[in-house]
């Protein structure tokens, strides 16, 4: 079972980015998916999750209003919708997957990870 992130790239102050991150290998259904992010010289931090069923979602109170997660079960994708992005946003997004209903901001309750992507946000 392999997730790979995609979609981060260098936004001015103010714009949007899409993330993707796609499962492979088995199916989204089951799993309470997240994303997380690491800014430089910065601990990994959570940002958002999905419920395995009925699409319950959790935030960080800093991407709060701004940051939509969801998520496309025929095509196996989870999708982190950025908008309003700041400077203190930029880190290296990853997106996880548990098997525990319960998984919510603890790293530690997610057992898959993907390999990263990218977000710089500068003028």
């Known amino acids: 079972v392999q997730l790979q992130a995609s979609g981060g790239g260098l936004v001015q102050p103010g714009g949007s980015l899409r993330l993707s991150c796609v499962i492979s290998?088995?199916?989204?259904?089951?799993?309470?998916m997240g994303w997380f992010r690491q800014a430089p010289g910065k601990g990994r931090e959570f940002v958002a999750r999905?419920?395995?069923?009925?699409?319950?979602?959790d935030y960080a109170d800093s991407v709060k209003g701004r940051f939509t997660i969801s998520k496309d079960g025929a095509k196996n994708t989870v999708y982190l919708q950025m908008n309003s992005l700041k400077s203190e946003d930029t880190a290296v997004y990853y997106c996880?997957?548990?098997?525990?209903?319960?998984?919510?901001?603890?790293?530690?309750?997610?057992?898959?990870w993907g390999q990263g992507t990218l977000v710089t946000v500068s003028s």
């Open positions: 996880a997957a548990s098997d525990s209903p319960w998984a919510g901001a603890d790293s530690g309750a997610y057992i898959l």
């Open positions: 290998g088995r199916t989204l259904a089951g799993y309470v």
């Open positions: 999905i419920a395995r069923y009925g699409g319950g979602t």
